[in-house]
């Protein structure tokens, strides 16, 4: 496999489900992708697998080896304790920041999330709050991008809805509005970044969405994913002491595999995770393409496919 005839760039978190989606679309783009994975992985044309983590330095100087830029997809959704996700988030953010500045690769393209704006709320948003503050530190060319919730075929933290769906009730916090986005909208974002330039994108921090003005009410959200598995449900609204429960009950009954934590809990319980329109990313850049009400269908249609619903 001779990477010659392409641009390399580096990406971490490509097994997982946003970095898949941006995978194939760096390949669709015609890069050449140098990716990161604790496992072993199938060949595939274009791409160069490299074993290791974020914690492990030399693994990250392999991964960067010939790369243009740098796409940070990795990091801890779900930890036990704070201390999980700053290894995770902040440390391995670091490790490739250093890495960046030794290699001489300028670009660097940071995948955060909403939650970073309210670090008080989770260990998980305090932990990306930190990271950013790392990269906005570092000379870097770099773009941090937060997205909202994202969803997609092989999410598997948005599917806990569809699955609720089925069986006609969604519950979903008591107040408040999200914003969301298709999983390959947001890949083709990350990968149009590489190249990207100038006002609006250099030091920047962007929060892309659907496009939907002012983002989905909970409930609103709810029914458009009934509606897409083909089920009327009900969305009973949940205080923050009700979803803290739910937490508990959930860590009871899966341990360290529960979706439902006390740190989402607290995150789910803020009313306000739209996008900024001060965030908005430049329209000549990027521009959503998937309409929600259609994305969430064909995102049900995959896990019944697949046999997960």
Not at 68 to 96: K, S
Not at 166 to 175: D, I, Y
Not at 212 to 241: C, D, N, Q, T
């Amino acid at each position: 496999m001779n990477p010659n005839d392409r641009p390399v760039i580096a990406l971490t978190g490509a097994t997982g489900f946003l970095g898949r989606s941006t995978l194939d679309e760096a390949l669709r783009a015609g890069y050449h992708v140098r990716a990161l994975t604790r496992s072993a992985q199938e060949s595939v044309e274009h791409v160069t697998w490299v074993r290791g983590e974020l914690r492990d330095t030399g693994s990250l100087s392999e991964l960067t080896r010939g790369a243009e830029a740098i796409v940070h997809v990795a990091g801890v959704v779900n930890a036990p304790d704070a201390a999980g996700f700053e290894i995770g988030n902040v440390t391995g953010t670091l490790n490739l920041i250093e890495t960046a500045v030794i290699k001489g690769i300028a670009r660097f393209v940071y995948v955060s999330s909403l939650s970073a704006r309210e670090p008080q709320l989770s260990a998980y948003g305090a932990s990306k709050a930190r990271a950013e503050k790392l990269v906005m530190a570092s000379p870097l060319d770099w773009t941090i991008v937060r997205p909202p919730a994202i969803y997609g075929p092989r999410d598997k933290e948005m599917f806990e809805l569809f699955r609720a769906a089925r069986w006609g009730v969604v519950p979903v916090p008591r107040h408040g509005r999200a914003s969301m986005i298709h999983v390959e909208d947001l890949a083709r974002l990350l990968v149009a970044l590489v190249t990207a330039r100038g006002e609006g994108v250099t030091g920047c921090t962007l929060e892309p969405d659907d496009g939907k003005p002012e983002g989905w009410e909970h409930g609103e959200m709810a029914r458009a994913i009934g509606i897409a598995v083909g089920k009327r449900i009900w969305a009973p609204g949940l205080s923050r002491g009700a979803l803290m429960a739910v937490a508990k009950a959930d860590h009871f009954l899966r341990g360290d595999k529960a979706k439902m934590t006390s740190d989402r809990a607290a995150y789910f319980s803020h009313p306000d995770w739209v996008v900024g329109a001060h965030a908005r990313v430049p329209e000549a850049i990027w521009q959503p393409r998937i309409a929600t009400t259609d994305g969430l269908r064909a995102t049900a249609e995959w896990y019944m496919a697949e046999g997960w619903l």
